[in-house]
DNA sequence: GTCTATATATTGATAGAC
DNA sequence: GTCTATCAATATATAGAC
């Protein structure tokens, strides 16, 4: 488990680092997300960023020219980050149910913080107001392709009989939103709260569930 | 299902009542809890919460010291509100699995606005590092009722073979994760999106889903 | 009772020093 | 390149007017 995640992990970082070619920048963002992720937009002080990333306050705008903007860019990047997870889940080889079981594993593993944090700025990003606007607009566009990449392994277990015969979108949006409270539940208690197996947590799309 | 959800929205708001006796401070309350859910604790201004309930900004300090101390008060009703609901359920006539069913629909009922804004308040206040450490002590201790009502009905349905014989807490972290994740999911697309059934939900907890 | 006006503090963003 | 100093804007909380 942990070695597949590790991968996932490093899919997300090379994208990253190929997104945002400059290292300040980068060093800014990536201590931009654990903050906003604990403390959320307007909680977010400037200093506190340029703190973390060890810069003094004002040296934040020689590389994002306000607040809202280092946002944003986070949002876009997480958005992307969720996308091409589940597309890469989608490309292994295997079963429906090995692809969804290593997609879940790699979600919910104890060790991805940083996917956590992630998930955090998107949950902001799509239930707050007190946000950007373009921050709303990119996350409601880039919400789609996490459900265009599972719906089509839903669908081809369905066809094997591995899973139930529910209508495919219900079963996404019960997917993701199982992940969604999960990943919350890991980032409240962290490691060592009792946590469903993966196979407990994808019963709900299972035939015969095997327990 | 609606009419034994209107139940629990009236059990909350008599509780709410007997707490709050003074009707302008349940009128600042109710408007802020709305607010704090949609822009959190440090995206509110004073103003927004008296604006929507027809004060002007400075009055509102007749009634609370500070915005803290709203938000502290909001999410100790909130902790009582949700240890409440649980008991409720664990109090009914029926099966383990009526009870729990019951308090899934009562949780997930699309028209208990409500009810998702106390979830988001909780979540800030258990995720948020931006919060006063009061609204911090209080989610930690108050959390625990919840569970303390709902591992009986657990370990009640496991003894009559309902359920599967799983750690119950495991059991009980889940459950409540996941009604977590459906009920931000609902936050987040509201009323009109693909949505799971109450069984398909508690498909994790049963022995022999019938689905 | 309720509002208006204001003192005080915080912070986002700029610009100039080293 | 990086920081310090500062301006301008916004918000909290108070106090006094009606």
């Known amino acids: 488990m942990s070695e597949q995640s590790e991968t996932l992990e490093k899919r997300f970082m090379k994208g990253f680092e190929e997104a945002i070619p400059d290292k300040g920048t980068r060093q800014i963002l990536l201590n931009a997300i654990e903050v906003f992720a604990k403390k959320g937009l307007a909680g977010t002080k400037i200093k506190d960023i340029a703190a973390k990333a060890g810069f003094s306050q004002g040296f934040v705008y020689n590389y994002f020219k306000s607040k809202d903007d280092i946002f944003i860019k986070i949002v876009d990047l997480a958005a992307d980050g969720a996308g091409n997870s589940v597309q890469y ?10 692809k ?34 373009e921050a709303v607009k990119i996350s409601k566009e880039k919400i789609k392709k996490p459900f265009e990449h599972l719906i089509p392994i839903i669908i081809e277990g369905q066809k094997s009989g591995e899973f139930v ?11 993701f939103s199982i992940i969604q409270g999960l990943g919350i539940t890991r980032m409240q208690y962290g490691k060592n709260i009792p946590f469903p197996t993966t196979d407990m ?8 569930p095997s327990m």
């Open 89 to 98: 889940a989608a490309e292994m080889q295997g079963t429906p149910y090995e």
């Open 100 to 133: 969804i079981y290593w997609l879940t594993e790699a979600f919910l593993c104890p060790d991805s913080i940083a996917m956590q944090h992630w998930r955090l700025i998107m949950l902001q990003a799509t239930t707050s107001e007190a946000i950007p606007e």
């Open 165 to 175: 015969d529910a209508d495919a979108m219900t079963l996404a949006v019960t997917y």
């Open 201 to 208: 947590v994808l019963s709900f799309l299972r035939k015969n």
